[in-house]
């Protein structure tokens, strides 16, 4: 018999507790890297700033992915490397509360051995911004 999953956390201040050591730990899987990662851009774009991608934007929103379907699959959720994301599917389009991320902001820094860069999860519900978590 499998155990009952808890309810998902209700309310923005929970949700909020909730992806603060997530991030965290996305945080610090992104530090841990970043001394291995290096080379050009990987994305279409004007400029090297536009076209940088690591391993780790990917990672970390591959991560978080999993842990927002794993914690309320009613959740929608957007990563700013959706393109590529193998579980941007599996999110509901239509969604009231959806989370909204930016795996590694500042990747051409990151990618450079860089300080500046960041990880920027927001939380909207029908449409209103109503949280913001930055890990610098």
């Given at each position: 018999?499998?155990?009952?999953?808890?309810?998902?956390?209700?309310?923005?201040?929970?949700?909020?507790?909730?992806?603060?050591?997530?991030?965290?730990?996305?945080?610090?899987?992104?530090?841990?890297?970043?001394?291995?990662?290096?080379?050009?851009?990987?994305?279409?774009?004007?400029?090297?700033?536009?076209?940088?991608?690591?391993?780790?934007?990917?990672?970390?929103?591959?991560?978080?992915?999993?842990?927002?379907?794993?914690?309320?699959?009613?959740l929608?959720?957007?990563?700013?490397?959706?393109?590529?994301?193998?579980?941007?599917?599996?999110?509901?389009?239509?969604?009231?509360?959806?989370v909204?991320?930016?795996?590694?902001?500042?990747?051409?820094?990151?990618?450079?051995?860089?300080?500046?860069?960041?990880?920027?999860l927001?939380?909207?519900e029908?449409?209103?911004?109503?949280?913001?978590?930055?890990?610098?």
């Amino acid at each position: 018999m499998t155990p009952a999953a808890p309810p998902p956390p209700r309310g923005l201040p929970a949700l909020v507790e909730y992806y603060l050591p997530l991030l965290v730990t996305a945080g610090d899987y992104a530090r841990a890297l970043q001394p291995a990662v290096a080379g050009p851009g990987a994305k279409a774009g004007p400029n090297a700033w536009v076209q940088a991608l690591t391993d780790a934007d990917q990672g970390v929103q591959a991560f978080l992915e999993v842990a927002t379907r794993a914690v309320d699959p009613a959740l929608g959720f957007y990563g700013e490397e959706q393109a590529t994301s193998r579980n941007a599917r599996y999110f509901p389009a239509d969604a009231e509360r959806c989370v909204w991320l930016d795996p590694i902001n500042g990747t051409f820094l990151y990618q450079n051995q860089r300080h500046g860069w960041d990880i920027i999860l927001g939380i909207s519900e029908r449409g209103e911004l109503g949280a913001a978590i930055s890990y610098m």
